[in-house]
């Protein structure tokens, strides 16, 4: 037998449980590493004056990420960090076992493992996303707030969200997106797979 048909084996055999996990666990890691980066990235795509007409607060991504953490401190950068690890964590535990569920039920319907994946990657991704779209909403309205906040914690973001009906908001595009980018975390999920079984 070799290896990959060896590694191949092995992850048919993983169970639902250690799916959810080893889902959850890499959504985790990977939205602790890159919370700082997508405040950034908001931070950014919300100034308003182009930067190359001299105006907006900040001058470029890495100006961006020294004002913030001069004028709110470093812990600005993970500001909407829990919503963020509740989307991430639940998108994962979510979507991992929809994956391995659609996986085998279009395995003896279409041929090529390729297109199995690809269709069911993005009705995996497509579920996940119904139900953790009001993270997402969440994380991005914390993550965007400056010195003086808007909202005095999660419960009135999310409070207000719901009284103006904005709680999914932007999720045809979040959408997209994710379904993008669902391949690289099927990817990089079955050596975590394997390492929990």
């Known amino acids: 037998m070799t290896c990959v048909a060896s590694v191949n084996e092995r992850a048919r055999n993983v169970s639902t449980s250690n799916t959810v996990v080893a889902g959850a666990a890499t959504g985790f890691i990977t939205r602790f590493a890159v919370t700082p980066l997508d405040v950034i990235k908001i931070r950014m795509q919300l100034q308003a004056e182009p930067i190359a007409h001299g105006g907006g607060k900040y001058r470029g991504t890495w100006h961006c990420f020294q004002t913030v953490v001069f004028e709110e401190g470093a812990t600005a950068l993970w500001r909407g960090h829990i919503a963020q690890q509740l989307l991430s964590v639940s998108y994962s535990a979510i979507q991992f076992p929809l994956f391995e569920y659609f996986r085998a039920q279009l395995a003896h319907r279409i041929a090529s493992p390729t297109?199995?994946?690809?269709?069911?990657?993005?009705?995996?991704?497509?579920?996940?996303?119904?139900?953790?779209?009001?993270?997402?909403?969440?994380?991005?309205?914390?993550?965007?707030?400056?010195?003086?906040?808007?909202?005095?914690?999660?419960?009135?973001?999310?409070?207000?969200?719901i009284k103006t009906r904005t709680l999914y908001a932007g999720m045809c595009m979040y959408i997209t997106t994710l379904n993008l980018t669902v391949k690289l975390r099927l990817y990089s999920c079955k050596p975590v797979k394997l390492m929990t079984a």
């Open 115 to 161: 297109e199995v994946d690809f269709v069911a990657g993005g009705a995996a991704a497509l579920g996940a996303t119904l139900v953790t779209h009001p993270f997402d909403t969440v994380r991005t309205r914390m993550a965007s707030q400056g010195r003086v906040p808007h909202y005095h914690g999660y419960v009135h973001a999310i409070r207000h969200l």
